[in-house]
């Protein structure tokens, strides 16, 4: 009898120590789970917090642009008209382009409500279209605001269109809008430029010229043959960082109180990814597409910054936020202060002989030749007209 009831007293003790273990087991799952959970979130709020959205939002202070006409390229979407709201607030005279008169007024008034300033417009622009371009400088020296610009804001963009297109000269588009454009605009308003008392281009560039080699940089940049959608997107973007060194190095040669730089606005939440998700490049369609696939747009999110985290960089290239115009020249940009540069981008070889080929190619019409050649030169025209 004493042995079954020692027997049965074990068995009691290993059911009670059984059912203790499970209990706890039961309790650390939840635990587990949770110390599991809470670490995720902390690594991907450490990941987001430092390594995207990137610094907190940069305010140029009240009035520190008063007296200064800022001019953006692009102002209807994303970063230009974010970069808008926030200089206009600091009270610059902010004038925005954008390809239609309707996107025009709509972004005028977004950009009035958001800053409260009055002194805000628009002005038609074509990026794609050099006679567009050579128009430009009438309309804006035409307005009252139009006597010099202190910043141009060299802003709008293209990225990785599907398949080759090309712009009405018969560029290929990313490399015609992303820099061609630009650098023709450029060239036509440096007499605007230098009528401030100390002037500055910006030239938004992207982290996606790292993508870009010194083979991706010579022979025919636009041969249909070489086309890749972000092979493309990666040439006009070291493409933008070389104009902004050279544009600087010549500036300063000639004596003329202005700067150029260029920067990285960081991976940010904008329409630019519009060709990636909608196949015609449609912004709307794009936005919606993003809206239907919800995980997909929560990841998008998660991936990138705010616009107004985004525009911090040119914001504050645009308001001096480096010590004043005169500081900084040729340097590029990434998060508010010197950022990784492709070695290339140094490659002063490379730089003037992608002005030189910008005449010499010769996979587009003798008319563009003459546009491109007058644009071209048109630059080095007003230099020596400097130097005179
Ligand atoms: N978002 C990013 O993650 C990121 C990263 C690195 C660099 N960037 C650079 O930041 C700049 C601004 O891009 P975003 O992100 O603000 O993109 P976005 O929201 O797509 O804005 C691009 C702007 O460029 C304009 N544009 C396009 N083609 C044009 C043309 N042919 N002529 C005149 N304007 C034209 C667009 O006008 P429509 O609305 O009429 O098309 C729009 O106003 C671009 O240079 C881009 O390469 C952006």
């Known amino acids: 009898m004493a042995g079954l009831a020692a027997v049965a007293t074990a068995s009691r003790r290993r059911t009670a ?4 273990a499970s209990a706890e087991a039961e309790e650390g799952v939840p635990r587990r789970v949770a ?6 979130a902390l690594l991907l709020t450490t990941l987001k917090r430092f390594a995207i959205d990137g610094p907190p939002e940069f305010d140029p202070k009240p009035n ?3 007296g200064k006409t800022v001019l953006i390229t692009g102002g209807n979407t994303g970063l230009g008209r974010e970069s808008a709201v926030r200089l206009a607030k600091a009270g610059a005279t902010v004038v925005l382009t954008t390809r239609s008169e309707a996107k025009g007024k709509k972004a005028v008034e977004e950009v009035k409500a958001a800053s409260g300033s009055s002194d805000v417009h628009f002005l038609k622009l074509d990026l794609a279209d050099l006679k567009d371009v050579k128009a430009f400088k009438n309309c804006f020296t035409s307005q009252d605001y139009g006597k010099r610009i202190d910043v141009l804001m060299n802003n709008a963009g293209v990225m990785a269109i599907p398949e080759r297109q090309e712009t009405k000269d018969g560029f290929e588009e990313q490399l015609g809008v992303n820099h061609l ?38 022979g025919d940049l636009m041969a249909p043959e070489r086309y890749t959608q972000w092979g493309a997107y990666c040439q006009s973007k070291l493409a933008n960082v070389l104009f902004a060194k050279e544009l600087n190095r010549r500036l300063q040669e000639a004596g003329v109180n202005a700067t150029a730089v260029s920067c990285h606005p960081g991976g940010v939440d904008t329409d630019l990814a519009r060709w990636t998700i909608s196949p015609d490049g449609d912004p709307q369609k794009a936005t919606q597409l993003r ?10 999110t998660f991936l990138t910054r705010s616009v107004q985290l985004g525009a911090n960089t040119q914001v504050y290239l645009a308001a001096g936020g480096d010590g004043g115009y005169k500081k900084s020249g040729g340097e590029y940009f990434d998060n508010m202060a010197p950022g ?6 140094n490659d002063q070889a490379l730089a003037k002989d992608l002005r030189t080929k910008q005449r010499r190619q010769n996979y587009v019409t003798e008319s563009w030749m003459k546009i491109i050649e007058d644009y071209v030169f048109s630059i080095i025209q007003l230099y020596s007209f400097v130097h005179s």
Do not use: C, Y
């Not at 809206?291 to 998008?300: G, N, Q, R, S, Y």
């Open 17 to 20: 120590l059984a059912r203790a």
């Open 35 to 40: 110390l599991g959970l809470g670490g995720t």
């Open 64 to 66: 520190s642009m008063s």
């Open 181 to 218: 454009g630009h650098f023709a605009l450029t060239g036509e308003l440096l007499p605007l430029l230098q009528k401030a008392p100390s002037a500055r281009v910006v030239v938004v560039s992207s982290t996606a010229h790292l993508g870009a080699n010194k083979e991706l940089m010579e």
């Open 291 to 300: 809206k239907d696939t919800p995980w997909a747009d929560a990841l998008a």
């Open 340 to 345: 990784l540069l492709n070695p290339v981008a």
